[in-house]
């Protein structure tokens, strides 16, 4: 039941932020589990969070959409998040991401720009494999690493995206390609 509550927020904010013509992207776990699928779907790996990057300047458009599918705004430790008005808990919220900025402060490199996504449904657009990556590799936490090798394994991810990734996240990537004999 679970996991049809995720897929739920998901689906329910992703058509809230289109029928408002919001630009937003899919990242994080989801947006993973989405690549994923397009070359095994029996290799994704469920995850409970939803996280959606967004343009600052979009967030009153955005918070709208939301309110019109029962979410409201909210900050916690400067992390915006759509909360479940029935079930205001922030484990349950849409996680915002934003488009350009540091996703933390110690990162080297922000989330990528808005215009970096794709239509891998109908419905929901998801932010680009290459961004996708990028995000993973800055985070580098252990979840993040598990999702990285998801792709590699399933054949997304290659070494020939190392020439094109600032060195220390070459070095990253190499390392988890080498570890997976590609």
């Not at 992390?79 to 402060?105: C, I, N, S, Y």
Request: with cysteine; charged share 25%.
């Amino acid at each position: 039941m679970a996991l049809e509550d995720v897929t739920g927020r998901l689906e329910r904010i992703c058509r809230a932020l289109e029928e408002a013509a919001v630009p937003y992207a899919l990242v994080g776990g989801q947006a993973v589990a989405m690549w994923v699928a397009t070359k095994d779907p029996a290799a994704v790996r469920t995850t409970k969070g939803v996280d959606i990057l967004l343009r600052r300047d979009d967030l009153p458009a955005a918070r709208a959409a939301a309110s019109k599918v029962g979410m409201d705004y909210f900050e916690a430790m400067g992390v915006g998040m759509f909360l479940e008005r029935t079930d205001p808990h922030p484990r349950q919220a849409v996680h915002l991401v934003w488009a350009g900025e540091k996703v933390r402060p110690n990162y080297d490199l922000p989330a990528p720009a808005i215009d970096q996504r794709e239509r891998l449904s109908p419905d929901i657009q998801v932010v680009s494999l290459a961004g996708l990556v990028h995000m993973k590799l800055t985070s580098n936490r252990d979840l993040d690493r598990v999702h990285l090798r998801d792709m590699i394994e399933v054949g997304l991810v290659g070494r020939e995206l190392l020439a094109a990734l600032p060195p220390t996240l070459a070095a990253t990537l190499d390392a988890l390609l080498t570890e997976a004999g590609r």
